[in-house]
């Protein structure tokens, strides 16, 4: 079956840092890739996605590319803020039997202080 | 924007009693979730529907059930609450699998005593 990887939290950065979050995946056929983010007391919402090899997300200064030869879709960004702190999915999702299937990663908080 | 609504943010219940969580979505979506989120757990799928009356057991159904009676509002059942179901419980919509994300209501904080 499909899964993803993500590291471990929590990560912890200074304000101005720059931020990976390193997320793999396995999975059969072609699948979207996203990355979502959860802001405390809130539901999930979406950050960025790519829908084939090589397709660049990128949404508020976060990128991050499909990379079908290393089964990769790594979060960066360049200069993170206090206001980015928060909890980030990876998930992939693949169409198989004409409904989606959706694969979270176990999330990965982060914190950014002043 | 979509909008995905869940009726409650906080829920206190006691052991043994029926709960309903609702849900509703204004985009039209034919594919509805309904998650629980635990710490250290992530995101764990408990049913999903594709249509109107159909439903599909996701990956920890055990005790509770689902109703889609119209397209736009789907509910999660819990028959007889125990402590064990405390958590959080997302609702979510999304569109034309697989490149459509999913839309998530802001959660329901279920608490059973």
């Known amino acids: 079956g499909n899964s ?3 590291m471990e939290g ?75 702190s928060a909890v980030y999915f990876c998930a992939l999702s693949d169409g198989s039997g004409g409904y989606q299937k959706v694969t979270f990663g176990t999330g990965t908080k982060l914190q950014v202080i002043p | 924007d979509v909008k995905v609504t869940q009726s409650s943010r906080y829920l206190v219940k006691r052991t043994g ?14 594919n509805m979730f309904w998650y629980r989120q635990d710490p250290g757990l992530g995101l764990r799928l408990i049913y999903f529907s594709y249509d ?3 439903k599909e057991k996701g990956d920890i159904p055990e005790g509770y059930s689902v109703s889609r009676e119209k397209k736009e509002r789907f509910s999660l059942i819990l028959e007889s609450a125990s402590t064990n179901q405390t958590s959080m419980y997302l609702c979510a919509s999304g569109g034309d699998p697989p490149r459509s994300p999913l839309h998530f209501g802001n959660g329901t904080r279920l608490t059973v005593t």
Not at chain 1, 14 to 36: H, R, V
Not at chain 1, 54 to 59: A, E, F, I, Q
Request: a negative charge; proline letters at 3%.
């Open chain 1, 10 to 84: 929590p990560v912890t950065l200074s304000e101005e840092a720059f931020l990976t979050i390193n997320c793999t995946y396995t999975a059969t056929g072609y699948p979207s890739l996203f990355w979502y983010v959860q802001y405390p007391g809130e539901g999930l919402q979406l950050l960025l996605k790519a829908t084939k090899a090589d397709d660049k997300g990128s949404n508020k200064g976060f990128e991050a590319t499909y990379r079908k030869e290393t089964t990769s879709f790594h979060l960066e960004k360049g200069s993170v803020q206090v206001s980015d």
């Open chain 1, 4 to 6: 993803v990887t993500q």
């Open chain 2, 17 to 30: 009693e029926k709960v309903f969580l609702e849900c509703v979505q204004d985009m039209d979506h034919e």
């Open chain 2, 52 to 54: 109107v009356k159909m």
